[in-house]
């Protein structure tokens, strides 16, 4: 086994082969495969952050969703309320515009009630004095004055 000097200059030439690729090959091969690597790390943060502010949003959503129907439950029963109030106002006031119409009309019978009242008075008195004077006029026996005073009051109450 001899060493010669072809195999030394080849131990020198590898040796410096290695030399150069670890500087000038493996060192920026490893800082790039360092920088990809922290790039996905990057990106996987990224996309849990964006699933984690997803989930708030959807819970804020959910929130805001559950707000706006109590409010909207709300509103309707405030509106529900108001809907009753208006329907037993107008029935208020049509029981006491009802009221007032028969009110007005029990008066108005009872003012013709009255006028026909003094109206057969009148009438009445006027038969009682046409017979009067009929009898007053002619003396007669008292057959004849109740025959009289039947007749009057028979025309007369038949003329009303």
Known sequence: MSIDLTFIGQIVVFLALVYLMRKHLFGPMSELMAARAQKIADGLAAADAGTQARAVAEAEIAEQMKEARVKASEILASAEKRAAEINEEALLKARTEGEGIVDAAR??????????????????????????????????????????????????????
Do not use: C, P, W, Y
């Not at 009148?122 to 002619?138: G, P, Q, S």
């Open 107 to 160: 008066e108005e019978i009872s003012a013709e009630l009255g006028r026909a009242r003094q109206a057969l008075r009148e009438e009445v008195a006027d038969i009682a004095m046409l017979a009067a004077e009929r009898v007053v006029e002619t003396e007669l026996d008292a057959k004849r004055h109740a025959e009289l005073i039947d007749g009057i009051v028979s025309t007369g109450f038949g003329n009303a």
